[in-house]
């Protein structure tokens, strides 16, 4: 397994001829890094779309807990209304809320 430095932490070896050449020639000396290629995907990639979903299904349940109260609001005024009131009528159609007292 060869040694690998990692890119842009140590600087790589420049031979002691091509350093002198360079020098008294006054030509710069190229140095060429090569960087591996990322292997997978950033975090990034995974996590939007779950922040995304997340947010969605909070979303899904705050409709659903709003759905529920207003049901419970509504049940609750039924059941006001239909203890204090005789039956109700509308169109012909007479719906009695409460049991008769015997």
């Known amino acids: 397994m060869a040694h690998r430095d990692p890119p842009g932490i140590i600087a790589p070896h420049i031979p002691a001829d091509v350093y002198r050449r360079a020098q008294a020639t006054g030509?710069?000396?190229?140095v060429i890094v090569h960087t591996p290629d990322q292997d997978g995907c950033p975090l990034r990639h995974y996590l939007f779309p779950i922040v995304i979903a997340g947010a969605g299904v909070?979303?899904?349940?705050?409709?659903?807990?709003a759905f529920v109260a207003l049901l419970d609001f509504a049940v609750h005024t039924v059941i006001?209304?239909?203890?204090v009131a005789a039956p109700v009528g509308i169109g012909g159609i007479t719906l009695k809320l409460t049991r008769p007292k015997d």
Do not use: E, R, T, Y
């Not at 006001?80 to 203890?83: F, L, M, P, Q, R």
């Open 27 to 30: 030509q710069p000396v190229i």
């Open 58 to 65: 909070v979303g899904v349940f705050g409709l659903v807990a």
């Open 80 to 83: 006001a209304i239909g203890s």
